[in-house]
């Protein structure tokens, strides 16, 4: 069991670029989720999904796009990087009780990403 | 959602106990209080949680009055890796948010 594996562990990009961030989990968990944590801050939810085919939006979804084609995988697309987007970013799981997030969620290593 | 208040930081010493306060006054009657912990460099780490009275287990207890307007995060005995930030939550649903946590230092 890998539980929540998140790819790249680092990344840079230059303003405009675009990339996909990686998430997958092997626990079948129907809930998964997108923070940001900027330094010295707390987390920030940008996008989440209960299912596969159903995604939502957070705190901060601008400049961020994200698809639930499947129950394992939730990749998370910067669409036009800007340096604002510097941040950590972590991927979550979790089973839903009664179709809701009650649970505790397992949190992904996470993604360092640098926008110059 | 329910918003939360706790501590900034808090510094402690090796075998005391620690007491965490997490203020959540418009808490909903469905809503539950969790609690995780992050270390530097990593994902945050599910604790504890509960919905009223006491909860304790291995790691941590969680004591909620019965006003549930607050929640106190005992840690006994803490030792230098107990040291770390401390997120309190609050909220039932799909958008679970995290405040800004209280960070823990445990000296020697």
């Known amino acids: 069991n890998a539980g929540v594996t998140q790819t790249p562990k680092f990344q840079v990009l230059k303003t405009g670029q675009s990339m996909t961030l990686q998430c997958a989990q092997d626990?079948?968990?129907?809930?998964m989720s997108w923070y940001r944590q900027d330094p010295g801050m707390g987390l920030r939810l940008i996008h989440y999904?209960?299912?596969?085919?159903?995604?939502d939006q957070g705190e901060v979804p601008n400049g961020y796009n994200v698809s639930r084609s499947t129950t394992e995988d939730f990749p998370l697309r910067l669409l036009s990087a800007a340096p604002s987007q510097t941040s950590v970013y972590f991927c979550?799981?979790?089973?839903?009780?009664?179709?809701?997030?009650?649970?505790?969620?397992?949190f992904g290593p996470g993604t360092r990403l640098t926008v110059l | 959602l329910a918003k939360t208040t706790q501590p900034i930081s808090m510094d402690s010493y090796e075998g005391q106990e620690v007491n965490i306060t997490c203020s959540h006054n418009?808490?909903?009657?469905?809503?539950?209080i969790t609690w995780y912990q992050q270390f530097p460099s990593q994902g945050p780490r599910f604790i504890i949680q509960?919905?009223?009275t006491k909860v304790t287990n291995e790691v941590a207890s969680l004591f909620i009055p019965a006003d549930r307007k607050s929640s106190t995060l005992s840690l006994p005995r803490v030792s230098l890796s107990d040291t770390a930030v401390y997120y309190c939550?609050?909220?039932?649903?799909?958008?679970?948010?995290f405040g800004g946590g209280t960070r823990l230092m445990v000296k020697p």
């Open positions: 939550l609050v909220g039932v649903g799909n958008m679970l948010t």
């Open positions: 999904s209960v299912g596969a085919g159903i995604t």
């Open positions: 626990m079948n968990h129907e809930y």
């Open positions: 979550a799981s979790s089973y839903l009780l009664a179709g809701e997030l009650t649970d505790t969620q397992y």
């Open positions: 509960g919905y009223k």
């Open positions: 418009n808490i909903a009657t469905n809503d539950y």
